[in-house]
């Protein structure tokens, strides 16, 4: 299904009341809801881990997109797995063994997601291709939400040619609102992360606290 998907990230949402924002933003129309787990290792920001993931899991009806910005990833699938997460995102760069990474996700059952930094290049995915369900294209150094957008709609391009007619999503996390969202669906992503431009209005001047912003997008 190449629709494009929006995925809101709740790294802005309160989080105190991770439940009923799953819920607002749903019945907004997220078609996913995006899930950004640090470490402070791998990314100098730490959000929440597993426990937090299977809390949350109850109140989002769609899909569970997990996103780990974690080194080591290995010890940690299972239990994310468990935490109900349907796609898990693992980063090429938080590890020397990401083919073993992806086998190991979809033994879980959960689809297998890679994501690349900025400075990652297309190519590194070339061997990756029939072991991954999604491709995570980061158009912000990840750790922070409410980063500037930095333009990677050549990466998509070459990517979305090098997929072919495989069915992998590619997805794009990072600094996408109302301005910047035409742009990467343009390159050729369907799947769009926006955390700060849902639940904080962003671009969009809106006071209201959540949700209102994904029909712009
Ligand atoms: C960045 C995270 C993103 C982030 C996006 O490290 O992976 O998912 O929450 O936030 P915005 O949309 O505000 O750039
Ligand atoms: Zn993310």
């Known amino acids: 299904d190449r629709s494009i998907k929006i995925a809101p990230s709740i790294l802005a949402a309160d989080f105190a009341n991770f439940g009923a924002e799953c819920a607002a933003v749903e019945a907004e129309g997220a078609d996913w809801v995006h899930v950004d787990v640090m470490d402070g290792h791998f990314v100098p920001n730490i959000s929440f881990g597993p426990a937090t993931c299977a809390a949350i899991r109850p109140h989002i009806k769609g899909v569970m997109d997990v996103h780990l910005m974690i080194a080591p990833v290995d010890p940690y699938i299972d239990a994310f797995a468990q935490a109900g997460a349907d796609v898990i995102t693992a980063h090429i760069e938080a590890g020397p063994?990401?083919?073993?990474?992806?086998?190991?996700?979809?033994?879980?059952?959960?689809?297998?997601?890679?994501?690349?930094?900025?400075?990652?290049?297309?190519?590194?995915?070339?061997?990756?291709?029939?072991?991954?369900?999604?491709?995570?294209?980061?158009?912000?150094?990840?750790?922070?939400?409410?980063?500037?957008?930095?333009?990677?709609?050549?990466?998509?391009?070459?990517?979305?040619?090098?997929?072919?007619?495989?069915?992998?999503?590619?997805?794009?996390?990072?600094?996408?609102?109302?301005?910047?969202?035409?742009?990467?669906?343009?390159?050729?992503?369907?799947?769009?992360?926006?955390?700060?431009?849902?639940?904080?209005?962003?671009?969009?001047?809106?006071?209201?606290?959540?949700?209102?912003?994904?029909?712009?997008?």
């Open 97 to 217: 063994h990401i083919h073993r990474t992806l086998q190991a996700i979809r033994a879980t059952g959960a689809k297998a997601g890679v994501a690349l930094n900025p400075g990652t290049p297309a190519e590194s995915v070339a061997h990756l291709l029939d072991l991954t369900d999604l491709i995570c294209v980061m158009t912000v150094n990840p750790g922070f939400g409410g980063q500037k957008f930095i333009d990677m709609s050549d990466k998509i391009k070459t990517l979305r040619q090098m997929i072919g007619d495989r069915p992998v999503h590619i997805e794009i996390d990072g600094g996408v609102d109302v301005t910047t969202a035409p742009i990467v669906a343009q390159a050729g992503a369907d799947v769009l992360v926006a955390g700060s431009a849902v639940f904080r209005g962003g671009s969009v001047s809106d006071p209201a606290p959540y949700g209102t912003n994904i029909k712009a997008i």
